[in-house]
T-cell receptor, first 111, second 109 residues
Framework: SQTIHQWPATLVQPVGSPLSLECTVEGTSNPNLYWYRQAAGRGLQLLFYSIGIDQISSEVPQNLSASRPQDRQFILSSKKLLLSDSGFYLC??????????FGPGTRLTVT | EDQVTQSPEALRLQEGESSSLNCSYTVSGLRGLFWYRQDPGKGPEFLFTLYSAGEEKEKERLKATLTKKESFLHITAPKPEDSATYLCAVQAGANDMRFGAGTRLTVKP
């Protein structure tokens, strides 16, 4: 069966510091991978998606970036965090244009 | 613009009191409508996919239905463990999934 991991689970970072969140998927090959952000009381906002290694599409212009160095690894990064980057970050995988399966999430607080 | 609206924002039920959650959508070329359950501090858990009007799916006390403009998640005789936020999403493009803000359900014993 497929499993998706995210780490860290929680993170507190000062404004202006760098960020690296990691997501890995087990039990499937060549998955579509997604990064979402969920603000309190709001729906999920798609940030990036990837259909293959080094193939990244950005949905929302911002100071975040994503990379996919391996088939089942997806990384979300920032060089300098803003207060507005605080939120719950979710990684998901999917097999084509069908349902997506989510990881446990990372709670990021920028202070 | 593609849009997903869920109502009510919050719903409080007594154990055993059946009700329905609504998800209305406007999208050109619906490829699928999805329901998820999300517990506090956790990632969404997939429940159902519906592809065409008239389709229904069931799982335990939950039943999802779909029309051309909206979907309902019916909860029959809910239990306290059904308390969660229920999210609706629509797939408009190949990698374009739009989520509603969710309905926060509380079931009191």
């Amino acid at each position: 069966s497929q499993t998706i991991h995210q780490w860290p689970a929680t993170l507190v970072q000062p404004v202006g510091s760098p960020l690296s969140l990691e997501c890995t998927v087990e039990g499937t090959s060549n998955p579509n991978l997604y990064w979402y952000r969920q603000a309190a009381g709001r729906g999920l906002q798609l940030l990036f998606y990837s259909i293959g290694i080094d193939q990244i599409s950005s949905e929302v212009p911002q100071n975040l970036s994503a990379s996919r160095p391996q088939d089942r690894q997806f990384i979300l990064s920032s060089k300098k965090l803003l207060l507005s980057d605080s939120g719950f970050y979710l990684c998901a995988w999917g097999a084509g244009p069908y349902e997506q399966y989510f990881g446990p999430g990372t709670r990021l607080t920028v202070t | 613009e593609d849009q997903v609206t869920q109502s009510p924002e919050a719903l409080r039920l007594q154990e055993g009191e059946s009700s329905s959650l609504n998800c209305s959508y406007t999208v050109s070329g619906l490829r699928g409508l999805f329901w998820y359950r999300q517990d506090p501090g956790k990632g969404p858990e997939f429940l159902f996919t519906l592809y065409s009007a008239g389709e229904e799916k069931e799982k335990e006390r939950l039943k999802a239905t779909l029309t051309k403009k909206e979907s309902f998640l019916h909860i029959t005789a809910p239990k306290p463990e059904d308390s969660a936020t229920y999210l609706c999403a629509v797939q408009a493009g190949a990698n374009d999934m739009r989520f509603g803000a969710g309905t926060r359900l509380t079931v009191k014993p």
